[in-house]
């Protein structure tokens, strides 16, 4: 728990001797990330940086969902040659046709759809002919 603030002491002096006496117990190198650079101070003030590290560490997408499908689109046609068999690359693609055609159902707001299914036959046979190239 907590230690109150005793009486009579100003705040400043009670936070500094609570600092003082944590150094000098060494709670400080517990820490993760103890002697190291704190992460982004070269970049320089930002006003936003906090809503930009969360969207960053929670993955949330500000993209319209067409947008946001683009780019999943070309995520995962970039990670198929990562894969080994030919049945792990028809249901990556048989999962991407099935979100492109609910994305081109239901999106109402932001720009259009540009994509249409994915033509699985072609891709798993580029992805074979790049397999077998030297």
Known sequence: MTEQKPPGIAWDAWIEQQIREADEQEAFEKLPGFGRPLPGLEAGYD???WVKQFVQREGVSVLPPALELL???ERVLADLSRLRTE?????QLVALNAEIAKVNARTLEGPATRLGVLDVDSIIKEWKARRLAP
């Open 71 to 73: 780019r999943k689109v």
């Open 47 to 49: 006003p936003d940086w």
């Open 87 to 91: 049945a792990q690359v028809r249901e």
